[in-house]
């Protein structure tokens, strides 16, 4: 299957468990992976044979910024389905969302989630 791929998008959201995670807020970072046939796109060089990558991102930065979640799969879960009801073409996706700064303690880069999900006919 082909993919359009969105590497490393990174917003400033308010998802997490502690009270302070949803006043301060903090940095995540989404990856998508769309799955999807490119070949008419690739022959016909017409926008409407694809999935607009600059739309996908505005979808999810409205997520990630505008709404809030206790966790950053539940988050997973709200991009891809606003994708499905978005794009029509999108046959499969998968969103990884990172979170760099979770407040635990210990030594790591960060956490992140990823999921795979298939359009459901």
């Known amino acids: 299957m082909d993919k359009i791929i969105l590497k490393r998008m990174q917003f400033y ?5 502690l009270p302070e995670e949803n006043t301060l807020g903090q940095r995540f970072y989404v ?3 769309l799955h999807l ?3 008419k796109a690739g022959e016909s060089d017409a926008m409407e044979d694809s999935v607009h990558y600059g739309e996908v991102y505005e979808k999810i930065k409205d997520i990630v910024e505008k709404k809030s979640f206790h966790l950053i799969e539940a988050l997973a879960e709200a991009i891809a389905d606003e994708l499905f009801i978005s794009f029509e073409l999108l046959e499969a996706c998968t969103i990884h969302v990172t ?4 407040p635990i303690p210990g030594y790591y880069e960060s956490v992140a989630v990823e999921i795979y999900r298939e359009r459901t006919k």
């Open 13 to 17: 959201g308010y998802h997490g468990l």
């Open 37 to 39: 046939s490119l070949k």
């Open 31 to 33: 990856d998508a992976d």
């Open 99 to 102: 979170k760099p700064d979770p």
